[in-house]
């Protein structure tokens, strides 16, 4: 039980460090990360076309420092190594500790944290954030803009309080 904790501990990191969706990390394979340059080859994902996304300093210690099974090629193996099929029992578990509800969709919703953090940054654009993940439609990825313009309108409303001096806006 223990271990089955760490690997959905870990699946459930890389989800939210990368953007992952849960049939990329069911699939997920040693020989698709390449950790000397960096990317993770994301194979048969949801649009079809093989893709990579980049492998982030965070993202890169969890999987450093995850545990490779002998027996396995995949990262996160289900039943006898093979490729995992659900992680219900240990995400119900965390969610539970969490206080989360029972219908939280916990790797969608990871994946949608992970999107609106860089949104509302302000500092990754819209094309890039696409890329990431690995939306085919800009449209898709225009649901996590009106984050960015949020961010953009608090920072308009910080600089006319800062330079009004009026404190209105704070």
Known sequence: EAEDNFQAANLM??????????GELFRLQWDHVDFERGFIRLVN???????SIPLSTDARRVLENHPRLDHSAYVFPGRNGQQ????????????ERAGLPKDFRALHGLRHVYASAL???????????????????PTMTQRYAHLRDETLRNASDLAGSLLMGDGENE
Do not use: F, W
């Open 45 to 51: 994902p949801k649009g079809g076309v093989e893709t």
């Open 13 to 22: 990191r890389l989800a939210l460090l990368t953007g992952m969706r849960r």
């Open 119 to 137: 949104a509302s940054s302000g500092k990754v654009d819209m094309y890039t954030l696409q890329k990431l993940l690995t939306h085919k439609s």
């Open 84 to 95: 995992r099929v659900d992680i219900n029992k240990q995400v119900n578990r965390i969610k």
